[in-house]
Nanobody, 126 residues
Framework: QVQLVESGGGLVQAGGSLRLSCAAS????????MGWFRQAPGKEREFVAA???????TYADSVKGRFTISRDNAKMTVYLQMNSLKPEDTAVYYC????????????????????WGQGTQVTVSS
């Protein structure tokens, strides 16, 4: 098990940027694939971005070209750089971790992740 703590959310105007951070407690952080998901009010949770142990990335079409996921294994932290934010990006953003032996694995399915953070609110005003 790994504990995850997100930070960096807030209120920003459309077109602005935010960087979310997710700090993990596990010294075996490099053994986890990491993902970001979000949930807007009244909507289901949706995939945003994922990064494998080896650094391969996958993005939802809605954020491709605007968001960048990265990881720093030495700091046991995964980041989500969000640029050109839109009002429809408003949601609670969750960090998730999946222990895996596969270096390239980075699931887009929330059910594949067994560790979740508490979430951080991102609000984009128009």
């Amino acid at each position: 098990q790994v504990q995850l703590v997100e930070s960096g959310g807030g209120l920003v105007q459309a077109g602005g940027s935010l960087r979310l951070s997710c700090a993990a407690s596990a010294r075996t952080f490099s053994s986890y694939a990491m993902g970001w998901f979000r949930q807007a009010p009244g909507k289901e949770r949706e995939f945003v971005a994922a990064i494998s142990r080896s650094g391969d990335t996958t993005y939802a079409d809605s954020v491709k070209g605007r968001f960048t996921i990265s990881r720093d294994n030495a700091k046991m932290t995964v980041y989500l750089q969000m640029n050109s934010l839109k009002p429809e990006d408003t949601a609670v953003y969750y960090c998730a971790a999946e222990a895996t032996s596969l270096s390239y694995r980075r699931s887009t399915e929330g059910d594949e992740y067994d560790n979740w953070g508490q979430g951080t609110q991102v609000t984009v005003s128009s």
